[in-house]
Nanobody
Framework: QVQLVESGGGLVQPGGSLRLSCAASRSIFSMSQMTWYRQPPGKQRELVASMFSNGAKNYADSAKGRFTISRDNAKNTVYLQMNSLKPDDTAIYYC?????????WGQGTQVTVSS
């Protein structure tokens, strides 16, 4: 079992930045993959960025060049640094961990980009 707790969401103006955090209840070394997803209002959940156990990273086209996924193994935490935010980035952002063929989800954190 893994508990995930996201934080760092909020209201930000277009062009601004936020850093989301996903704190895991156990070592993230044991995770095959950790991923940030988002669900915009009225739309389906979509992948934003993934990090694999070997350090490889994958980004959605909408995130490339603006968002960075990273981790702090000592803190069992994965981050999503979001820069140059746009209104289209408004969504609930969820953290996902894949371990031993099981998916675990956090409760989500709201990001609103608006002037």
């Amino acid at each position: 079992q893994v508990q995930l707790v996201e934080s760092g969401g909020g209201l930000v103006q277009p062009g601004g930045s936020l850093r989301l955090s996903c704190a895991a209840s156990r070592s993230i070394f044991s995770m095959s993959q950790m991923t940030w997803y988002r669900q915009p209002p009225g739309k389906q959940r979509e992948l934003v960025a993934s990090m694999f156990s070997n350090g490889a990273k994958n980004y959605a086209d909408s995130a490339k060049g603006r968002f960075t996924i990273s981790r702090d193994n000592a803190k069992n935490t994965v981050y999503l640094q979001m820069n140059s935010l746009k209104p289209d980035d408004t969504a609930i952002y969820y953290c996902n961990a894949y371990m031993n063929r099981e998916n675990y989800w956090g409760q989500g954190t709201q990001v609103t980009v608006s002037s």
